[in-house]
């Protein structure tokens, strides 16, 4: 299943209808992201945004092999694109919502299934074991962070949007922007005080940062709309070499 990744400029070129579901996930991801007096806690994400580095794709209903069509077309080119760029990719909405802890399983789901698609082996420095500091998801031998949001979230409003939706961000974004410990430090303390202002919750204790011995990437992928403790879904997402 192959679906063009389009630029902020496509999205209405591509889907003319204003009603059309496309429309109207991204209109609200596009006031999220620009709203001058509520403004949205990644910064990474704005930026791209701004300039016009996110890539977006808009799919009926992801899948495995869809999400796996998406990155196989976007990390090569995604150098070319910009140092914050993302790979956004929509669901259409459906008629009912379901829960935080369906989407999660999805979640995990869709993410393994998608893992199981690479023809790349694991890159050799990346941990396979997610209980590991420095495990991180990877396709086509490219570490990348993943985050998922969906229409259940309510209080973590950093977490909402009207259809399931994933972002994607390459680990070299942040290892450019944040190269020095008080680049770091300094983003750190924007996005937190961004998302004490944004969410109805508290920030999660699960985030941190990248290699941190008491950080796990994957606890940050999917966050609960409560400040509950998450449960690791796999020992390993794939198998060493696959």
């Excluded at 204003?18 to 949205?40: K, M, N």
């Excluded at 090569?76 to 829960?99: K, M, Y």
């Excluded at 974004?173 to 961004?194: C, N």
Aim: hydrophobic share 40%; aromatic share 12%; charged share 20%.
């Amino acid at each position: 299943m192959d679906f063009p990744l389009l630029r902020r400029a496509d999205v209405p070129a591509t889907h003319p209808a204003r009603d059309s579901w496309q429309r109207i996930v991204f209109a609200e991801f596009e006031a999220a992201l620009t709203s001058p007096s509520r403004p949205f806690p990644c910064t990474f994400g704005a930026a791209g945004f701004k300039t016009d580095q996110l890539r977006y794709a808009f799919c009926t209903e992801l899948t495995p092999a869809a999400v796996a069509n998406a990155l196989t077309a976007y990390l090569p080119c995604a150098r070319e694109f910009g140092p914050n760029t993302s790979l956004v990719i929509f669901e259409a909405p459906r008629p009912a919502p379901g829960t935080v802890e369906q989407h999660e399983q999805r979640f995990w789901k869709l993410l393994r299934g998608t893992a199981a698609l690479d023809t790349v082996a694991w890159p050799k420095h990346v941990p396979t074991e997610l209980d590991q500091p420095l495990w991180e998801f990877c396709f086509a031998g490219e570490p990348i962070f993943v985050v998922c949001n969906t229409p259940a979230h309510v209080l973590r409003q950093s977490r909402r949007a009207s259809g399931f939706m994933l972002t994607f961000q390459p680990r070299w974004v942040f290892e450019q922007i944040l190269g020095t410990p008080e680049a770091s430090e300094k983003s750190v303390g924007i996005v937190s005080r961004r998302l004490a202002a944004f969410d109805l919750v508290p920030r999660c204790p699960a985030l941190g940062s990248y290699g941190q011995a008491d950080v796990r990437e994957w606890k940050q992928y999917f966050l609960p709309d409560e400040n509950i403790a998450a449960t690791q879904p796999f020992t390993t997402l794939r198998d060493v070499g696959a």
